[in-house]
């Protein structure tokens, strides 16, 4: 969605849409926007990975809004984490007991975790 909302956002992709909806096919749209946003040499390969890009993320449909991809991307987000307070990764929620210990060796101390299921 954001790689979406950012060649929406685009001066050249904005300006080929705009083209497109006062009824200009892809190419002449192109040729046109390449123009508004300063191109002095027109050389329609040049943007044509940007259009290819845009078309395949299905940014040139007229339809497609930013804020449409802006809602989305909230509600996509909320659903995430309406999903991770159903799973806490919280220390203190999962009640894990923190000890320390040598585990058998003179080296640096080690630290061990016990979950209630698992108890030390």
């Given at each position: 969605m954001v790689v979406?909302?950012?060649l929406l956002r685009l001066?050249?992709?904005?300006n080929i849409r705009q083209?497109?909806?006062?009824?200009?096919?892809?190419?002449?749209?192109?040729?046109?926007?390449?123009?508004?946003v300063g191109e002095k040499n027109y050389d329609k390969a040049a943007i044509a990975?940007?259009?290819t890009w845009a078309t395949s993320?299905?940014?040139?449909?007229?339809?497609v809004r930013v804020e449409t991809l802006v809602n989305e991307a909230v509600a996509t987000k909320e659903a995430r984490r309406a999903e991770h307070v159903s799973h806490p990764?919280?220390?203190?929620?999962?009640?894990i007991q923190v000890a320390r210990g040598h585990a058998g060796s003179l080296r640096s101390p080690r630290i061990?975790?016990?979950?209630?299921d698992f108890a030390m």
């Open positions: 979406r909302e950012a001066p050249l992709i904005r083209f497109m909806a006062l009824g200009n096919d892809l190419q002449n749209a192109m040729r046109k926007a390449a123009t508004v990975p940007v259009v993320a299905q940014v040139l449909d007229l339809g990764s919280d220390i203190n929620s999962m009640e061990f975790l016990a979950t209630p």
